[in-house]
C-alpha cells in the first residue's frame, strides 16, 4: 500500500509538472496575422482600432505573429515599414505565452505581464485583454478603457 501511495503521488507530481510546463495548446500553434482589433471603454463604446492603426501605418496589415508550441513567439514586421520595423520589434518582437484554460499569459521584456482570454475557432483567435484583470497596464492616452479585444486569421 506504501508504495502505490508512492507511485500515486509521484503520479500526480509529474501530471502538475506536466501541466505547468505545458505552453500553448495546438490550436494557437503557427502563424497568424492580426485581421481585427477593437477597444471598448467604460461607457461601452467600441473603437475600431485595426483601421485606424492601418490608417496610420499601413504596413502593420502585413505582420505576423508567430506562436511556437513551447510558448515563445515572434512578431515579424514586413521590411515595408521601413525604420518603424526595428522600433515594433524591438517593443513587440519577441516573448513568452502560458496557457492556463481559456487564459494565455503574455510575458515580454520591459513590459508588465498581461492575461487574455483566448479561443480559437477553426483558423481565427480572439483575444480578449480586460484592463480591470490586469492592473498594472495603463489605459493608453488617459482614456478610460474597459476591453481590448484582438483577433487573429492563421496563414
Not at 100 to 117: E, Q, R, S
Amino acid at each position: 500500500m506504501i508504495y502505490l501511495n508512492r507511485f500515486l503521488t509521484i503520479l500526480l507530481f509529474c501530471g502538475l509538472v506536466h501541466t505547468a510546463t505545458a505552453q500553448l495548446p495546438s490550436s494557437m500553434t503557427g502563424t497568424w496575422k492580426r485581421t481585427g482589433m477593437t477597444s471598448t471603454d467604460l461607457s461601452g463604446k467600441t473603437s475600431d482600432d485595426f483601421q485606424e492603426h492601418i490608417k496610420v501605418m499601413p504596413c502593420t496589415k502585413n505582420i505576423t505573429y508567430t506562436f511556437k508550441a513551447d510558448g515563445s513567439f515572434i512578431t515579424i514586421v514586413p521590411n515595408e515599414c521601413g525604420a518603424m520595423k526595428k522600433t515594433i520589434e524591438a517593443t513587440n518582437g519577441a516573448g513568452k505565452c502560458t496557457a492556463f484554460g481559456n487564459k494565455v499569459k503574455v510575458t515580454m521584456k520591459g513590459i508588465p505581464d498581461a492575461t487574455y482570454d483566448v479561443k480559437v475557432a477553426g483558423n481565427t483567435m480572439t483575444w480578449v485583454f480586460d484592463y480591470a484583470s490586469n492592473p498594472k497596464e495603463h489605459n493608453i492616452a488617459g482614456s478610460k478603457l474597459k476591453s481590448l479585444t484582438i483577433i487573429y486569421t492563421k496563414i
